[in-house]
């Protein structure tokens, strides 16, 4: 029971348990036994609240985290698309395009790691499990595909500068991006 309610929670509960006792070293409460019986009753509350949320609602970890790999991989359009504006030197728009792939790596990563690991949900999942490991493989392979498009920007830039096409380019990718952050 106790790792189908907190999952990846009991790192984080352990972590809290440790900097409890650290802050409460020089606390000395009046009654300690019964400021440890509250702590413990809080433990037990969110415990069981986790319990409650992974029985009545066991995908939505698993949408949260589609959610928030799509609102990445729209942020980091947009940072390609700050790649083809002339007015913004290359250097910050590849140190943020970077930063963002990382980040769009890792929110990847915990939808991967979420669709693997959750063996409750996907033996009672049936058609919505389904749905929903094909939309994460669809977000996957969206990601997959702007990344396989790379470009020398600076190349680009001196091509293409003069034509405008670099403009609408720009404004394409961002009109895309809140297209892709509008289907959350």
Do not use: N
């Amino acid at each position: 029971m106790y790792a189908i309610g907190f999952r990846g929670r009991s790192t984080a509960a352990g972590m809290m348990g440790v900097a409890l006792m650290v802050f409460l070293l020089g606390l000395r409460p009046a009654e300690p036994w019964a400021f440890s019986a509250y702590i413990m009753l809080g433990g037990l509350w969110f415990y069981g609240v986790v319990l409650v949320q992974v029985f009545l609602f066991p995908f939505r970890s698993l949408r949260q985290a589609l959610r928030e790999a799509l609102f990445a991989i729209g942020r980091f359009l947009e940072a390609k698309a700050a790649c083809y504006d002339i007015k913004v030197p290359l250097d910050e728009g590849y140190s943020r395009t970077i930063a963002l792939h990382l980040r769009v790596s890792e929110k990847q990563e915990l939808v991967r790691q979420l669709l693997i690991s959750d063996k409750v949900a996907i033996r009672k999942g049936g058609t919505k499990i389904e749905t929903l490991s094909s939309r994460a493989m669809l977000v996957m392979s969206l990601y997959e595909q702007v990344t396989a498009m790379h470009y020398d920007y600076a190349v680009v830039r001196e091509r293409l500068g003069s034509t405008g096409a670099l403009d609408i380019s720009g404004e394409l990718i961002v009109y895309l991006s809140k297209k892709l952050r509008a289907t959350l």
